[in-house]
Structures are given as structure tokens and as C-alpha cells.
């Protein structure tokens, strides 16, 4: 659990989820049998949702096999778990000596052996993970792991390492050569791509709304949001009004409308930019298959969900 949490977090924000999750689940047959939107909404604010769905995958994996794997090879069939946590897994809780190969130790493997193959790269998982398990002790692995990630969190760290009292600046070639700000090498960025969110927020007269579950992969699949219009730029609300998705949905029904943002909400992802822009519409007529507005807070729902149904409908949250 902890493994998965702090794949892309750190320990501070990762700790209370954690503990509302073995608090909630103690034991992994719980977890497995729980429903997938009660798992994603104890994840929600944590960010890269596919790590609560893989978890909840991994524990209904665990539950055929009738006992957790404790070999690396075992683990690596787990959803969501890959080298990195296969490895951690496996060396910290049953002494197997296969090494961990994150962050850390690619900045403290690089400086002192000065190797220039862009990080997380698959060439780079091979040459570093070869590299470390030259290196290990393999009578204490765990410990080896562990204090490879921490010389790297603590003494070689990204700005300005305390190269004066390390122990390896006789034997570190960056540190001899003056290279330490150019390592590691890291892969060339990605393009970010545009996209504009246009949300209908649709409220009936007696106080509805409407939540539909993204079912598309991605980052979001499987959570809840409003009706999404996604436009190739900025709309104005003719273009909202024009598009297929608002008239399959409003139909002839008498609404009114008004945006709740005038500049659009920007929320950024690894490789995306989303632009979001949350528009009202106030149902004249009644429409079919709306459900109450205080049961969207019981819904799994993105951070750009979160925040709007926070602010636009706080008294409704208690
Ligand atoms: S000498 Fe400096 S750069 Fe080299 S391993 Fe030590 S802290 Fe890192």
C-alpha cells in the first residue's frame, strides 16, 4: 500500500491516505471485494487515479492467489506494480537482492560514475539496474536500497550537494570534473498538449444535476464528472449550444444559461494542459435521470470537480 501510494507522492501527503486505507480496508480481501468508486473516492485529492484502480486490481489478484508473492518475478504480475516496486517490495520485506533503481539512485549512480544515458529511459532501467546490482551487498539488500535512496535524498542531492563531506568525493568523477549540475542526463520533455473542458453543469428546478463516468482510458477513467463539451479552443456559449453533445442532451427542454468562469480554469498534467470552463444551465422543464445534488458529493469526481462542486455548491456538501 505504502509502495504504491508514494509512487508519485511524497510521504507528507501520502501518509493520511494511507492510513485512511488501512484503517478502511484491513484486510486485502476487503479491499478486493470493496466497489472500484468507494476505492477511487478514499484516493480522491491524491492525483494519478490508474494507482488506486491497479491497487484495487492487485488486491483482487492477491485474493485468487490466496497469499501475497514475495518474489520479484511474482510481484512484477501485480497491476501497477513495476520494477521500481517490485524491487522495493521484495528487498525490504523478504531480503531479496534486487535493486531499486529510482530518482535517487540515478542521481547519486550518475555523479559518481558519470554516465550519461538520459534517465528513465528503458536503456537507462538496464544500465542503472545492472549497474546497482554490481554494486549490492547481497547479504543486506534491503538495507543497501534504502541507503542508496537516502545518500541520494539527503547528501547528493539535485542543487548543490554536500560534495565536502561526502565519503565518495576521492572515487566521484562529477564531483573531479566539475559535472555535477549536468547530472543525471534527463530525457528530453515531451509536448504538452492543449485541450478545453467545457462542463454542463446542469441544474433542474428541484436542484438535480447530472454525473456521468468517464469510460475512455486515461488518467480520469472511471471518474465522475458533468457533461463534457471538449471544443478545439476557447467557446463561446454559441458554440456550446451548437455542439451534438448539448443538443442531445437539452434537447427542446427551456433552459438558462451562464458561465461560471469567465477565464477558463487551468489545470496542468504531465503531458496535457486542460482549460476548463464550467457553464451553468438552469432547467426550466424537468429532465429525466438527474440525481440529487447533495449525492455528487458521495461520487468520486476529478480535482477539477472537486474544486467547482466545493465552491459553487458548498452549503449542499453537509
Ligand atoms: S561527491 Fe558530491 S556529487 Fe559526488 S556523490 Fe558525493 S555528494 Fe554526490
Given at each position: ?6 509512487q ?19 484486510k486485502?480481501?476487503?479491499?478486493a471485494?470493496a466497489p ?11 492525483g ?5 484502480r ?8 492477491v485474493v485468487?492467489?490466496g ?10 504480475k ?12 521484495a ?9 531499486v533503481?529510482d530518482g535517487?539512485?540515478?542521481r547519486v549512480l ?5 554516465i550519461n ?21 547481497k547479504?543486506q ?12 535524498a539527503?547528501?547528493c ?5 554536500n560534495?565536502a563531506?561526502?565519503v565518495f568525493?576521492?572515487d566521484c568523477?562529477a564531483y ?9 542526463v ?5 509536448k ?6 467545457n462542463?454542463?453543469?446542469?441544474i ?7 454525473l456521468?463516468?468517464?469510460?475512455e482510458?486515461?488518467?480520469?477513467k472511471?471518474l ?6 471538449e471544443t478545439p ?10 455542439s451534438?453533445?448539448f ?9 438558462r ?16 494542459k486542460?482549460?476548463?470552463t ?5 432547467l426550466?422543464d ?12 458521495k461520487k468520486?469526481?476529478?480535482?477539477l ?6 465552491e459553487?455548491?458548498?452549503?449542499y456538501?453537509?
Amino acid at each position: 500500500m505504502s509502495e504504491v501510494i508514494l509512487q508519485q507522492t511524497r510521504v507528507a501527503q501520502g501518509l493520511p491516505y494511507y492510513n485512511k486505507f488501512v484503517e478502511t480496508y484491513p484486510k486485502v480481501e476487503m479491499l478486493a471485494a470493496a466497489p472500484l468508486d468507494d476505492v477511487l473516492k478514499l484516493w480522491q485529492g491524491l492525483g494519478y487515479y490508474s494507482r488506486a484502480r491497479n491497487l484495487h486490481k492487485a488486491a483482487q489478484q492477491v485474493v485468487e492467489l490466496g497469499k501475497f508473492p514475495s518474489q520479484y518475478k511474482d510481484l512484477l504480475k501485480l497491476k501497477g506494480v513495476g520494477t521500481y516496486t517490485a524491487a522495493a517490495i521484495a528487498s525490504f520485506s523478504n531480503k531479496e537482492a534486487v535493486p531499486v533503481v529510482d530518482g535517487n539512485v540515478y542521481r547519486v549512480l550518475s555523479r559518481i560514475f558519470h554516465i550519461n544515458t538520459p534517465i528513465n529511459t528503458p536503456a537507462a532501467v538496464k544500465e542503472f539496474t545492472h549497474l546497482a546490482a554490481q554494486l549490492m551487498d547481497k547479504e543486506q539488500p534491503d538495507i543497501f536500497n534504502q541507503a542508496m535512496m537516502e545518500f541520494g535524498a539527503l547528501q547528493c542531492i539535485p542543487k548543490n550537494p554536500n560534495c565536502a563531506s561526502c565519503v565518495f568525493k576521492n572515487d566521484c568523477v562529477a564531483y573531479e570534473k566539475g559535472l555535477i549540475d549536468e547530472l543525471p542526463v534527463k530525457p528530453r520533455k515531451t509536448k504538452v498538449k492543449n485541450l478545453f473542458h467545457n462542463y454542463l453543469v446542469i441544474i433542474s428546478p428541484d436542484q438535480k444535476t447530472l454525473l456521468k463516468q468517464r469510460d475512455e482510458s486515461g488518467i480520469w477513467k472511471g471518474l465522475y464528472e458533468f457533461p463534457l463539451v471538449e471544443t478545439p479552443g476557447a467557446a463561446m456559449v454559441s458554440k456550446i449550444k451548437d455542439s451534438i453533445e448539448f443538443k442531445d442532451l437539452i434537447g427542446e427542454l427551456r433552459f438558462r444559461e451562464s458561465v461560471y468562469n469567465q477565464q477558463p480554469i487551468i489545470h496542468k498534467l504531465s503531458h496535457r494542459k486542460i482549460h476548463a470552463t464550467f457553464w451553468i444551465i438552469e432547467l426550466e422543464d424537468y429532465m429525466e435521470g438527474l440525481s440529487p445534488i447533495k449525492d455528487a458529493f458521495k461520487k468520486p469526481v476529478h480535482v477539477l470537480m472537486e474544486r467547482f462542486m466545493n465552491e459553487y455548491w458548498r452549503d449542499y456538501k453537509h
